[in-house]
């Protein structure tokens, strides 16, 4: 099965297209076509991402990129198309919310013959709803002119996904880079998700069917990343930018200048809370209005230590309460140097038991391959969608 999978949920524009073959107990995906644009540079100015510019910049990139997806996949071969008067109606009543996506879109598509693949998956949320309506009614378009099915994902299932991959056996380096598998996941899976809109603990006792355990009460923990890096002038994507000061700081000791607490550590749920830590580098910055470098490095390095620790913590709880017998963390903060050491060190010293899975740093942030691969599974269970609605909070528990 070809799945070509479009990812629309923030600030990355990503289209992949997967050949996929297998069932949940296994599965073989091959990347046939990659794609991705990001928009970190546009954004820089603000401080953060404006939806009204990433949901332009989506509907811009949109058609180049799946050209490329295509070229790539060797999926793309020019051929005049006739389109219809009612189909071309149709199709530019969809994308009128898309100025500019409507003639870009009839450009490309009256020149190519429709592609050989059997799904197009679409993120429908969490993220920004301007940026996800351009991608699903991109996915839209593209189903009505080329009659393929719809697949709606969850972003975050994507990620847990994602998280479950591991390289196949006797493979070149070269070769891992097209080849996935996901086998052998021992259940329950417990999913530590972490990035700037969630901190989640989910339950996978079986297959694509998910319990919430613990969540944050207020700032996720890529949230908290941000916030401290604009306290301390460091430039956007801030959370890089933390880690990168802390990294520096440990390679000259493993003691910091200043302590923080480490909120909820020792409460009895899996919750997380990072408001009250972020608030506590702010009051310690007020007390020390002209930082140098070393004090810098060290609130870094003292905050990116208090926010493992009470991650490992809960996760640690977790895994005690659910008996999960395997660990996947998943989300843009999964990237995390730090977070990735302790945890790997933890799961070797504490709870050997346990299988922790998680993403190379390619997969750890938005990309349209986690898509694909989610839309895959649903797809096996046949979840087409007639029609799908954006969903900025959509719940995956």
């Not at 600030?11 to 297998?22: S, V």
């Not at 020019?78 to 219809?84: A, H, K, N, Y």
């Not at 941000?226 to 000061?245: N, Q």
Request: aromatic residues 6%; glycine residues 6%.
């Amino acid at each position: 099965m070809k799945i070509l999978a479009i990812e629309t949920s923030c600030d990355e524009t990503a289209i992949a297209i997967l050949d996929c073959e297998g069932d949940e107990q296994s599965a073989h995906f091959r990347i046939l076509g990659n794609t991705l644009l990001s928009q970190i540079e546009i954004h820089k100015e603000y401080g953060g991402v404006f939806p009204a510019l990433a949901k332009r910049e989506h509907a811009k990139n949109l058609v180049p990129i799946l050209e490329a997806a295509l070229e790539e996949a060797e999926l793309l071969h020019e051929d005049t198309q006739v389109i219809s008067e009612e189909t071309r109606a149709k199709i530019s009543e969809i994308l009128a919310r898309e100025p500019g996506l409507t003639e870009t879109f009839f450009e490309f598509i009256s020149e190519c013959e429709p592609p050989e693949i059997d799904a197009i998956a679409v993120t429908a949320g969490p993220g920004l709803e301007p940026a996800l309506w351009v991608g699903i009614n991109f996915a839209k378009a593209l189903a009505l002119i080329w009659n393929k099915p719809l697949i709606a994902v969850n972003h975050m299932e994507g990620h847990i996904v994602a998280a479950l991959i591991k390289e196949p056996a006797n493979t070149t380096p070269f070769e891992t880079r097209f080849n996935l598998v996901i086998d052998n996941v021992e259940m329950p899976v417990l999913a530590l998700l972490i990035s700037g809109g969630h901190t989640e603990l989910v339950l996978m006792k079986e297959w694509l069917q998910y319990e919430l355990i613990g969540a944050t009460r207020d700032d996720a923990v890529g949230e908290a990343f941000d916030k401290v890096a604009r306290m301390l002038g460091l430039p956007y994507p801030g959370g890089p930018e933390v880690s990168r000061l802390a990294e520096e700081s440990r390679r000259e000791t493993s003691d910091t200048l200043f302590k923080l607490p480490r909120p909820m550590l020792h409460d009895t749920t899996c919750d997380f809370s990072f408001a009250g830590l972020k608030t506590a580098v702010l009051y310690l910055l007020k007390t020390r209005s002209d930082l140098n470098e070393r004090e810098k490095q060290s609130i870094a390095h003292e905050f990116e230590n208090a926010v493992t620790d009470v991650l490992w913590k809960k996760t640690s709880r977790a895994l005690g309460e659910t008996g999960a017998q395997t660990l996947v963390i998943g989300g843009g903060v999964s990237a995390n140097t730090h977070i990735r050491r302790i945890f790997t060190e933890k799961i070797k010293n504490e709870n050997s038991e346990v299988s922790l899975r998680i993403p190379s740093a390619a997969l750890t942030t938005d990309n349209a391959i986690m898509i694909a691969l989610a839309g895959f599974y649903r797809a096996q269970r046949k979840e087409f969608k007639t029609d799908i609605l954006a969903n900025g909070n959509l719940p995956l528990a």
